[in-house]
């Protein structure tokens, strides 16, 4: 593991060419097919980082049976870097693992992992060991560790490329050379290679496209199993949802190289490690939608039962593992809102609609879009498991950073329950203010806001008596305006609107707006779904001539780590642009949106922004961002590109502005190197 961090074809084969003037992919060599869906398990890296030890891998393989991940096929127990000793090789040229990790070795603790009905993986790296740099490599020693491996009895092989750039190694070349003594081991063990060539531009600096994940897809088919697309998808202990994002798009380039035995790999799943639920009940339908390995990357024993049901859910897992292995490609545009669809071995489509902003919204596709024809379509929900029909129209009502996932089929036999999407409370205005589409919305104590929901019918028969019922918070009030219609006809939808209204001791936080919908379906009697959207009660805003850093914020955001306050990212040192020491401020690395309740009381902020100094102890790339402060969704003040030697100075008028947002985005070198700062920040309220 690093330590750095259209149109759709639904009939196209599981493998096919890639279009003119892209490297041409070799077909996968007739060997033995070792995984033919995609593999799962869990890996070492994220959750344990640097020093795996016997004990805490041997606890694990232990949970995984006792959890039920096992049982749900979550198999492979690997052992990810570091697990080699200081000098990673005795003086016959063995590999040796560390002993204050492994004090009995690694056979007794393959063993004990087999014992558990599990499989075991390790880890090395394509390139040589280079002391100081590179801690194991086996470069030179192909053969003789794909051997060593195999005598351990492994399952599965890991192959990293932190030494093979470093060595500027072919990955090519040495990726096949190592295939190759894998597949010719001593004792004749079949072993799953991942290839693991994490390194991306700009991510890591500029290298050659030959020598990046992006590549291995021409190749890796071939001779792998699975193969890298793109750089880590965080850090140890930290997997965020836009890296999240990242990777799966990167991930998506090129979905014709995968198929039965040989798949894209997007990196870990990451739950409980940044992201919330919501955010990770999506990862998780992205990388099954994509015929990912379903590796985790988090401490399984610290998780909680959500997570864990998020995990194992069948119908998620069986689209996952399909036995076709067809990758999802995107119907249609990308943007904040996307559909894409994964065809199924039995005919079926597995239908996601992403919602990438940070607003609720309801999103809709048709069967025909997803290659379905006829006039009738069952939608099962994977994630709730309420089967519905259709007459031809997909929708649900996603949250932000959510994602809807539906198997969707041709229906037979007698009408069924009608498809009816319930949506989700959505705040529109705000003291008779809009809040600006894909915002998420922002509310405080004695103000007054419109929410609307919206109910559609998208099946051939009618529902009747809609009826919406809005909870809110004690204390508040909500209060509907108009009228609902009945019945509602098929393909037709209805927007109920409600006025809420704060007290003015509102408490700052989190609150829940809950919609209750019923309806009539002839046959059925009454039916009910509930919805749910979080809103954010804004905290006081600040009084008098303040230093910004130090008021409370709504949120905060940053690339890697957390925005740190009057200390640059990471809060090692103090906030330092050319020579110059700022006492106060907030440093960030790219992208970074920092958001301010002001309720209309400022008037000004003045700030200096710029690259802090500390990029200068790690080298000579990257290290440039792009500050924009934005006032209700307005762009105040762009900085333009800003690199390690220049600041600007920036004297905004805050004249009239309720939410403030100070955003950092990564001039496009893709966040390398970037430790970005907002000093001063003073305010005059």
Not at 177 to 188: I, V, Y
Request: aromatic share 8%; charged share 20%; glycine share 10%.
């Amino acid at each position: 593991m690093a330590f750095l961090t259209g149109l759709l074809v639904v009939q196209a084969p599981a493998y096919a060419a890639p279009p003119a003037g892209d490297a041409a992919v070799a077909a996968p060599a007739p060997q033995q097919i070792l995984s033919p869906t995609p593999y799962m398990g869990w890996n070492t890296y994220y959750a344990l980082g640097g020093d795996p030890t016997a004990a805490e891998i041997e606890s694990t393989a232990d949970y995984l049976v006792s959890s039920g991940l096992r049982d749900a096929g979550y198999q492979y127990v690997w052992i990810d870097g570091n697990w080699a000793a200081p000098t990673p090789r005795n003086s016959a040229g063995d590999l040796v693992p560390n002993p204050d990790q492994f004090p009995d070795g690694l056979k007794p603790l393959v063993d004990y992992i087999h014992s558990k009905g599990l499989k075991a993986g390790i880890y090395t790296d394509a390139g040589p060991y280079i002391p100081g740099k590179c801690g194991l490599g086996s470069h030179g020693y192909y053969q003789r560790d794909a051997n060593q491996f195999a005598a351990w009895e492994f399952d599965a092989v890991k192959v990293d490329y932190l030494c093979g750039i470093a060595a500027d190694l072919d990955p090519k070349t040495v990726y096949t050379e190592f295939a190759k003594a894998l597949r010719n081991n001593a004792s004749g063990r079949p072993m799953i290679f991942n290839l693991c060539n994490p390194v991306t531009s700009p991510d890591w600096g500029n290298y050659p496209q030959e020598q990046q994940s992006t590549y291995s897809w021409s190749y890796a088919p071939a001779i792998a199993q699975s193969w890298r697309t793109y750089t880590d998808v965080g850090f140890i202990g930290e997997i965020k949802f836009k890296d999240v994002l990242r990777n799966y798009d990167a991930n998506a380039r090129h979905p014709e190289a995968a198929g039965p035995g040989h798949f894209n790999d997007p990196d870990y799943l990451g739950p409980e490690l940044g992201m919330s639920d919501e955010e990770f009940r999506t990862q998780m339908t992205l990388w099954s939608v994509a015929a990912a390995p379903l590796v985790i990357g988090s401490d399984i024993r610290k998780l909680s039962q959500t997570s864990l049901g998020i995990l194992t859910d069948r119908d998620v897992l069986s689209i996952n593992q399909d036995s076709a292995a067809v990758q999802a490609v995107r119907v249609g545009p990308a943007g904040t809102t996307e559909t894409w669809v994964k065809r199924l071995a039995n005919g079926d489509r597995a239908v996601v609609l992403l919602n990438r902003g940070d607003s609720p919204a309801t999103l809709t596709t048709t069967a025909s879009s997803v290659g379905l024809s006829g006039k009738r379509f069952t939608l099962k929900n994977a994630w709730t498991d309420q089967v519905t029909e259709s007459a031809g129209t997909i929708s649900a009502a996603v949250p932000a950073h959510g994602a809807a996932l539906f198997r969707v089929a041709r229906a037979t036999g007698k009408p069924g329950i009608p498809h009816v999407v319930a949506g989700l409370p959505q705040v529109t205005e705000v003291d008779g203010d809009a809040v600006p589409a894909g915002v998420a919305p922002v509310v405080a104590g004695g103000e007054q806001a419109r929410v609307k929901l919206t109910v559609r019918n998208d099946s051939a028969r009618p529902v009747f008596r809609p009826r919406v019922e809005l909870t809110v918070p004690a204390g508040w009030t909500a209060r509907p305006i108009g009228e609902t219609p009945t019945p509602l006809k098929p393909n037709r939808s209805v927007t109920l609107t409600f006025t809420i209204t704060l007290p003015d001791v509102a408490a700052p936080g989190s609150a829940t707006l809950s919609a209750t919908t019923s309806y009539e379906v002839t046959g059925s009697g009454r039916l009910r779904q509930e919805t749910a959207t979080a809103l954010v009660v804004a905290p006081a805003p600040p009084h008098g001539d303040v230093v910004l850093s130090h008021h409370d914020w709504i949120s905060a955001t940053s690339g890697w780590m957390t925005p740190t306050i009057d200390r640059s990212v990471g809060g090692w040192t103090p906030i330092s642009m050319l020579g110059q020491i700022h006492p106060t401020g907030i440093g960030v690395a790219s992208p970074s949106t920092i958001r301010y309740y002001l309720g209309d009381r400022c008037t000004r902020l003045t700030t200096t922004v710029g690259i802090d100094d500390a990029v200068r102890n790690v080298g000579p790339e990257g290290g440039t961002s792009t500050f924009q402060v934005l006032g209700d969704g307005q762009v105040l003040f762009d900085s333009g590109v800003v690199g390690r030697d220049d600041t600007r100075q920036a004297d905004i008028d805050l004249t009239g502005v309720r939410v403030l947002d100070l955003v950092v985005g990564d001039a496009g070198d893709g966040g390398y190197n970037d430790r970005a700062n907002w000093a001063g920040l003073n305010a005059t309220c």
